[in-house]
T-cell receptor
């Protein structure tokens, strides 16, 4: 089954304790992206990756890191989480070519609470 | 930069037709997508328009006017399960410096009443 998986689904942590949210896709997609969603707001892009070893900042990259060492994986790293990073996080992937990446497949989401 | 505007809420009756609008201002525009998101769930893809005109997919249709920076999603024969948030999103052109950037609207909450 084609899917994007994220782990963990729920996480409560404390300020300053490094954490990683994993994301994996089995569709051989070139493009992967991380978003955060806060109440009343749409999805805001954190980082994206056009292919292995190619990453770039989205609109809200501060406080986050990513890496793309393998095509299928795109982990999101919070080196020193703060309460303002409490949010619902989505990973997404899509193919990317001349047709663009118009159809993004989303993971189930990770609900992060930083106290 | 890119910005999109959508109404925050729309209410309609079961069986009716509803239109959800999205206006955008963007540089290096490539295409506009629509996603459906149920409360607490992940967004799921509905439609994509790169060219002007109407794209029909069953009960859902999407329209794009590039010259006006305007799109709408049309839902026909509304069902209770269509109650959800609907988000429009734009992508930059592949030959743009920010080719991978995606920008989403804040979403329109559709409530379908019996």
């Amino acid at each position: 089954e084609a899917q994007v998986t994220q782990n963990p689904r729920y996480l409560i942590t404390v300020t300053g304790k490094k954490l990683t949210v994993t994301c994996s896709q089995n569709m051989n997609h070139e493009y992967m992206s991380w978003y955060r969603q806060d109440p009343g707001l749409g999805l805001r892009q954190i980082y994206y990756s056009m292919n292995v070893e190619v990453t770039d900042k989205g609109d809200v990259p501060e406080g986050y890191k990513v890496s793309r060492k393998e095509k299928r994986n795109f982990p999101l790293i919070l080196e020193s989480p703060s309460p303002n990073q409490t949010s619902l996080y989505f990973c997404a992937s899509s193919s990317y070519g001349l047709a663009g990446n118009y159809e993004q497949y989303f993971g189930p989401g990770t609900r992060l609470t930083v106290t | 930069g890119q910005s999109l505007e959508q109404p925050s809420e729309v209410t309609a009756v079961e069986g009716a037709i509803v239109q959800i609008n999205c206006t955008y201002q963007t540089s290096g525009f490539y295409g506009l997508s629509w996603y459906q998101q149920h409360d607490g769930g992940a967004p799921t893809f509905l439609s994509y328009n790169a060219l002007d005109g109407l794209e029909e997919k069953g009960r859902f249709s999407s329209f794009l006017s590039r010259s006006k920076g305007y799109s709408y999603l049309l839902l026909k024969e509304l069902q209770m399960k269509d109650s959800a948030s609907y988000l429009c999103a734009v992508r930059s052109s592949p030959d743009n410096t920010n080719a991978g950037k995606s920008t989403f609207g804040d979403g329109t909450t559709l409530t379908v009443k019996p």
